[in-house]
T-cell receptor, first 113, second 113 residues
Framework: DAGVIQSPRHEVTEMGQEVTLRCKPISGHNSLFWYRQTMMRGLELLIYFNNNVPIDDSGMPEDRFSAKMPNASFSTLKIQPSEPRDSAVYFC???????????FGPGTRLTVT | AQSVTQLGSHVSVSEGALVLLRCNYS??????LFWYVQYPNQGLQLLLK??????LVKGINGFEAEFKKSETSFHLTKPSAHMSDAAEYFCAVSDRGNTPLVFGKGTRLSVIA
């Protein structure tokens, strides 16, 4: 299995620009999680989906952030407009029903200048 | 609400010495507990998990952890450190399957030759 795939691996953009991060979960997994990692706040949940339906988006910082999961094999996290404080590593993870562990992608390192 | 406390943001050991990384959790329900390892510029890799079976859990790369309910602890150990163990280690908790993980702040392990 290819594991969780994220793209791009690195993104550098200017403040005000739109940024779209992409995630392909492990085939057959039915839960998908977006986490953000920063030095100050550590790893924190942004949003998660179960069977393509958003379950909890309380971790999304503000309206500039949005996430979609149009089908079981693809999800996007969009930031519009981006700000320097959005600079972080964004991880996508997936899991399977009746399992408890989550499998993480390699992350996208976002830098907003 | 669940929480995880990892004592020591940085632990340094000599090669061949015992590794002990501490994790205490708070949960209102029987927890599921995990240790993940993160190598530089990579995603999180599952080391081991506790899901209410045996209290002593063995994981990959020679690591193990013991669930102690009375102490609300889930410390990670390895009898003999190897240079390749140098990484960031995260303890995490969840209250059931397919739900978000709550992570500790992480402990950076350095191994000295």
């Amino acid at each position: 299995d290819a594991g969780v795939i994220q793209s791009p691996r690195h993104e550098v953009t200017e403040m005000g620009q739109e940024v779209t991060l992409r995630c392909k979960p492990i085939s057959g997994h039915n839960s998908l999680f977006w986490y953000r990692q920063t030095m100050m706040r550590g790893l924190e949940l942004l949003i998660y989906f179960n069977n393509n339906v958003p379950i909890d988006d309380s971790g999304m910082p503000e309206d500039r952030f949005s996430a979609k999961m149009p089908n079981a094999s693809f999800s996007t996290l969009k930031i519009q407009p981006s700000e320097p404080r959005d600079s972080a590593v964004y991880f996508c993870a997936s899991s399977l029903n009746r399992q408890y562990e989550q499998y993480f992608g390699p992350g996208t390192r976002l830098t907003v200048t | 609400a669940q929480s995880v406390t990892q004592l020591g943001s940085h632990v340094s050991v000599s090669e061949g010495a015992l590794v002990l990384l501490r994790c205490n959790y708070s949960s209102s329900v029987p927890p599921y507990l995990f240790w993940y390892v993160q190598y530089p510029n990579q995603g999180l890799q599952l080391l081991l998990k506790y899901t209410s079976a045996a209290t002593l859990v063995k994981g990959i790369n020679g690591f193990e952890a013991e669930f102690k309910k009375s102490e609300t602890s889930f410390h990670l150990t390895k009898p003999s450190a190897h240079m390749s163990d140098a990484a960031e280690y995260f303890c995490a908790v969840s209250d059931r399957g397919n739900t978000p993980l709550v992570f500790g702040k992480g402990t950076r392990l350095s191994v000295i030759a």
